[in-house]
C-alpha cells in the first residue's frame, strides 16, 4: 500500500454532499467486487461529524490503475476531481477504518418476533432501548444493486498507530485489522 488517489466531491445545487459520497461510495463497492479487491483500502481524511469530501483510495500504483481502468465513476466523474496516483509521503500514522455495527435493528427484532423468542412486553422495551442506543458514527448510505433498498454503512475510525498493519479489506475498503496511511 504505497500509492493513493484523492477523490474530491464537488457538490452543486442538484447534487448535496452526502448524496453525492453516497452515489461515489456505491460506485466504488461495485468495482471494488467486480476487482475481487482484497488490496485496496479507503480513508476519509477530512472526516469529523460528517466523513467530508474527500475520498481516499490506497493501494498499489499497479491496482489503483485497474481501478481507474474500470472507468467505475461514469457520470459522477462531473462531480468530483481526481488527483493523480501518488505516492504515500514517508511520515505518515496509521489507522484502521472499519464497519461499525449496531447490535440491536429492527431486522433482528424482527427475527427475534417471528421465532417466539420474546414476548410484547420484551419487544417494547427492546425498541425503546434500540433508539436510545443509536450510533453516532459518520456513515454513507449505500444503494442495494439488487433489490434498491438503502443501507447505511457506519464507518469507525481506529487510533492513530505509528506502523502499518496487515490484512485484507473488504470490498467496500475497509477492515477490521488492517491500515491505511493516515496523513
Not at 445545487?13 to 483500502?41: P, Q, W
Not at 429492527?106 to 421465532?115: C, E, H
Not at 447505511?152 to 502499518?164: C, K
Request: overall charge positive; some cysteine; glycine content about 8%.
Amino acid at each position: 500500500m504505497d500509492h493513493y488517489i484523492d477523490i474530491q466531491i464537488k457538490p452543486d445545487a442538484e447534487m448535496r454532499e452526502n448524496v453525492l459520497l453516497n452515489n461515489v461510495y456505491t460506485k466504488l463497492h461495485k468495482a471494488l467486487f467486480s476487482l475481487k479487491s482484497i488490496d485496496i483500502g479507503v480513508s476519509f481524511p477530512l472526516h469529523k461529524i460528517l466523513l467530508g469530501k474527500t475520498l481516499r483510495i490506497h493501494s498499489s500504483k499497479v491496482r489503483i490503475e485497474e481501478l481507474q481502468d474500470l472507468k467505475w465513476l461514469g457520470g459522477l466523474a462531473g462531480y468530483c476531481s481526481l488527483s493523480s496516483i501518488l505516492p504515500i509521503p514517508d511520515t505518515v500514522g496509521y489507522r484502521v477504518i472499519s464497519r461499525k455495527q449496531a447490535t440491536m435493528t429492527q431486522s433482528k427484532l424482527n427475527r427475534l418476533i417471528k421465532r417466539g423468542s420474546i414476548s410484547e412486553d420484551e419487544a417494547k422495551q427492546y425498541r425503546a432501548k434500540m433508539f436510545t442506543q443509536g450510533l453516532d458514527n459518520p456513515y454513507v448510505e449505500l444503494t442495494s444493486g439488487s433489490n434498491g433498498h438503502k443501507h447505511r454503512r457506519y464507518i469507525q475510525f481506529g487510533e492513530l498507530m505509528d506502523s502499518p498493519q496487515l490484512g485484507q479489506f473488504d470490498q467496500f475498503g475497509l477492515s477490521k485489522t488492517a491500515t491505511v496511511p493516515w496523513f
